[in-house]
Nanobody, 119 residues
Framework: QVQLVESGGGLVQPGGSLRLSCAAS????????MGWYRQAPGKQRELVAT??????TNYRDSVKGRFTISRDYARNTSLQMNSLKPEDTAVYYC??????????????WGQGTQVTVSS
């Protein structure tokens, strides 16, 4: 079983910064993509940023230039969020997909961490 544990959420004023971290553990052979999604009240979960094992990144347009995703040691990912706006307020979820062993894929989610941007 693959587990993802997030940390780093909180309350910040508009224009401030936060850094989210996510660590994967369990029986993992390889991780292909790690990423961050968010869900605001009354809205669908949406992609924020992803990074492949090869280092390719993908960001939603509204966070480009403000958020930066990174990966360490293949099993950890972080999301540096700068110039935060009230519309960034949401529960942020870490996601990872890959394989437990050859022929056995996984797609796991963390429990979520609240990010609130407010004065």
């Amino acid at each position: 079983q693959v587990q993802l544990v997030e940390s780093g959420g909180g309350l910040v004023q508009p224009g401030g910064s936060l850094r989210l971290s996510c660590a994967a553990s369990g029986s993992i052979n390889s991780i292909n993509v790690m990423g961050w999604y968010r869900q605001a009240p009354g809205k669908q979960r949406e992609l924020v940023a992803t990074m492949t094992s090869g280092g390719s990144t993908n960001y939603r347009d509204s966070v480009k230039g403000r958020f930066t995703i990174s990966r360490d040691y293949a099993r950890n990912t972080s999301l540096q969020m700068n110039s935060l706006k009230p519309e960034d307020t949401a529960v942020y979820y870490c996601n990872a997909n890959g394989r437990v062993r050859i022929g056995v894929p996984f797609d796991s989610w963390g429990q979520g961490t609240q990010v609130t941007v407010s004065s």
